[in-house]
């Protein structure tokens, strides 16, 4: 195998192994999104346009995308403090609060659109008191917000806890015996060194509320131009047989996945390279 | 994960420090643990009697057993592949080797809804091969076929995801060791390799059987949502929710959020597991 | 069953680890491949196991070219440097692993392997551990499996890759005794890597020294040691002193034996060596002319006292040790001066010197360890 960079591997099977990888790959994943991409370049560059920003579309993105990005900023600070606790205190249930951040991550989309809608309905146990002081929740841009800030909790924790984890003391006490204030200490040292995990956490939370549907689309109401999230807006229009318009919308969707993948891979280079150890 | 012992120029005063907790309490309780209490409370609102009428209704079993067999095609067919793609990824270097793996974590993040798009465009009325399908008379979309592939698609990396790292950590040295006492290849993968992934492996297996049971959006695309004969078991609870039946839709969502519940207490087993056995290999 | 190495040459990218290695090994002998790291000598051992595949050149097993065998056919017990048990597996199923994967046809039944499995635990004094797992072991323990197991499947030569490496000095002593004394029992040709050159010297039957992918001198543990080939060599088998320039005229003219089998003495670039323990040291001046050096420090060892002279004019300085009672006798503190001379200097001039870029660039100018 010239692929092989050791010219000779004692293990055997690699030939095997690799091309039966590359090739479920190949059918499962790359040719479908293949299809996608092919099928938006089938319909040229005008009507492309046309359809992925439409006025609806760019509505729709908005809502997707506005909304995403501010339950990743509020899920930014929260995700730090739950990960600082869990690393650094000791409380009564700590464990079982350990394993509840993964939960949001482990509960299908649609228990959870289904729980969170009627959590925050106008009769709902959050919906009642939140009422009562004017704010709705439930079919607005703000029950979709919660939602998406339910969904992108396991990531931001799970992202910064390994690195609080693995600090050393060294730095901390250094920083202490020279006079620093634990608030100072925390600000300048502690913080750096986790800010390349935060904003990987981040643009992770961020990009898996973006492309969001059963967890968000019972919550979210679905009036068009005011509460409907991209991804609805696809389905709805696949049902409709606007294969042109989804498509289009879908193209955009699966651009901004690939930039996100991308960003999130050099944010943990950058990471990797900021400890020393590329 | 246990906490260290922080030394004392690691602590915070106690006031900070109780508020912290509080805050972080706070916080789970009211995201977390709240919509989760819901689930159950809602699906029990009606008795107990009820809500076991409901789990056992033959439309609730009737997509349960869809769900089940949709699993049991998906999950074999992708642990393989997780097997394959560690074996090669994990014991060997080559060139394009993290080209591979950013690919294998494309499904992690593309959103479900495109993942059942793909489908539909290619197997679709109007897809690159609706009118080969349509004169074969061959239903994918709309149909179980088409829900197995999109459920393939969202469910591909999750096997490959735990092994890696778990045989890249084991090194090679003992497949080495294997050889040399005249295993085959074979041999040396079943007797030596697995066995000291095995905990990986489970739990991965465990991961992509949950994420296939509990996929939404990608099936909600290429299903049709016929109630009796493409509806999966999410799929189901939608529609009893949007019927206004919310007692049964939360007494099918406690199903599925039975399973999410073993993934996380899996999970911990899990990891317990793992440290345990990385503490034996001490040189 | 005998080893032969023709003309091997192994490389790694730009880095050359093997270059054409000529090597013999008689059946039955306990052969050390000694050197520095990056020497190639682990190379060669998986080279030899069929773990790495050669460039250039061939191997061959008992007279049969091997070259193109694969490494689970060389029928060689290759033992790890850390061990490599299987880690899920109990001690005993370790060491039955080789027999129970065999062929069908020629796999022995569950009783002869348990036979066989008892015998070498006995062997390797280790019947207890039968049940452990390899995590519930010492390391030394471990490696005495590692053993067992590579010998379980009969192999017809056996290769230990620093299979000391990772263990405390008791522990290594305990297990090199143990080493040899297995070999003597069993007279499997046997090839081991180390980069402790007393381990080298005190179990093989020959020394191989490697340095930058060659082989720098074969011989017996006392001709490597007593008649070392090259500078390299002599600084690497054991500790020197380096000595030049007009000390080393003054050296030699005091010398009881000068060791000059090329007739050196007269030419440019004249090194000389002289071990630590090769001195005497008096507290007058020697009637044959010995030389005058200052002590500059005293450091009793127990046993032996190591003193480190000055001499006027020359700037490494000279370590030498003599037995304590010696040194009672001599009446000398530290800053006083002493006359010495050597008892046995070896000589090196010329091409030798090329080797001592490799003595220098591992030990750094000056004199012994």
Redesign the interface.
Known sequence: MPLLKKNFSVLPGFGPALGFTVAYLGFVVLIPLGALAWKSFDLGWGEFLHAAFSARALASYRVSFGCALIAAVINLPMGLLIAWALVRYKFPGRRIVDALVDLPFALPTAVAGISLTTLYAPNGWLGVPLAKIGIQVAYTPIGITLAMIFIGLPFVVRNVQPVLEELDPDMEEAAASLGASRFTTIRKIVFPIALPSLLTGFSLAFARAVGEYGSIVFIAGNMPMKTEIAPLLIITELEQYNYAAATSIGMVMLAFSFVALLSINLTQWWARRQNGDT | MATRDFTLAQREPNWVKWLVISFALGWIILVVVLPLILIFAQAFEEGGKEYLQSVFSSDTLGAFKRTAIIALIVVPLNTVFGLTAAWSIAKFDFRGKNLLLTLIDIPFSVSPVISGLVFVLLFGAQGYFGDWLFDHDIQIIFAIPGIVLATLFVTFPFVARELIPAMQAQGTEEEQAALSLGASGLQTFFKVTLPNARWALMYGILLCTARAIGEFGAVSVVSGHIRGETDTLPLHVEILYNEYNFAAAFSAATILAGFGLVSLVAKRYMEYKIRKSLAKTGV | MSIEVKNVSKR?NKFTALDHVNLEVASGELLALLGPSGSGKTTLLRVL?????ADEGRIFLNGEDATED???ER????V?Q?Y??????TIFDNIA??LR??EKKLRPSETEIARRVNELLELIQLNWVADR???QLS?GQRQRVALA??L??QPRVLLLDEPFG?LDAKVRQELRTWLRRLHDELHITSVFVTHDQEEALEVSDRIVILDKGRIVQVGSPAEVYHQAISPFVYEFIGPANRIQGKLLLDAILSADHVQDARGLVGSENLVGYVRPYDFHISASPVANGGFRATLDQVRPLGQQVTLLLQVDGYEPGLRVQIPFREWQGLGLTEKSDAWVNARHIQLFAGNDLKSLESAQSWHGPGAGI
């Open positions: 790694f196991a069929g773990l790495e595949s694969h490494v689970r029928r060689v017990g290759f790890f850390h490599a048990l299987f880690r899920h597996m692993f080789g994967v065999k797992f390899p995590h390391g197991r590579a379980a499947v990772a």
